[in-house]
């Protein structure tokens, strides 16, 4: 009979702990890919020269169509996001669905529409997005908030929001540039 080595020892011990472990630690299964019927949102906040539209100068003029089939509008929280258009030259910069939230009015947006304007180079932002103001763009905040401002890509749940009831219309409150969380 032969004595078995350190080595040998060593080796069973191993395994048997393996086996113990394989068989008494519950696992917890990873994550189906079906259940994220996408890529991970991976927030990033960038810079964007912002500009805005509203039922006057949409495309057809005097509704809330958007090229998505949905109609223009939301009051800004994570659940309920504004329209925003981005631009579509070469393909659309966006997918619809694509979540924005912008500090400077502390509210999300979402692609629902195209710009035919936000192709257009600038050379003060990484893109152009277009937001949805609502039906009064003498009383929105749409000359208020053009211009290159902060914005988060991608953006998830958390973002301090206020509320639009009547889209960016009546309510033109700035916030500044820095994302704040809720």
Request: aromatic fraction near 8%; include cysteine; glycine fraction near 10%.
């Amino acid at each position: 009979m032969r004595t078995p080595t350190r080595r040998t020892v060593t080796t069973a011990a191993a395994g048997l702990t393996g086996l113990c472990a394989a068989v008494l630690v519950p696992t917890v299964a990873a994550p189906q890919a079906a259940a994220h019927p996408g890529p991970e949102p991976h927030e990033s906040v960038e810079t964007a020269w912002l500009t805005a539209y509203s039922l006057e100068d949409n495309s057809p003029a005097g509704t809330r169509a958007t090229s998505s089939g949905r109609k223009a509008g939301g009051t800004g929280t994570y659940d309920d996001p504004i329209t925003l258009a981005v631009g579509y030259e070469g393909g659309d910069e966006f997918s619809v669905g694509t979540v924005f939230y912008v500090p400077l009015v502390r509210a999300y947006f979402v692609v629902e529409d195209r710009c035919g304007a936000c192709s257009d180079p600038t050379s003060t932002a990484d893109y152009t997005i277009d937001l949805w103001v609502g039906s009064d763009p003498d009383s929105s905040c749409m000359y208020e908030i053009t211009g290159t401002h902060t914005v988060v890509r991608d953006a998830g749940p958390g973002w301090a929001v206020v509320p639009r009831w009547d889209e960016l219309g009546a309510d033109c409150w700035l916030y500044g540039e820095t994302p704040r969380p809720a």
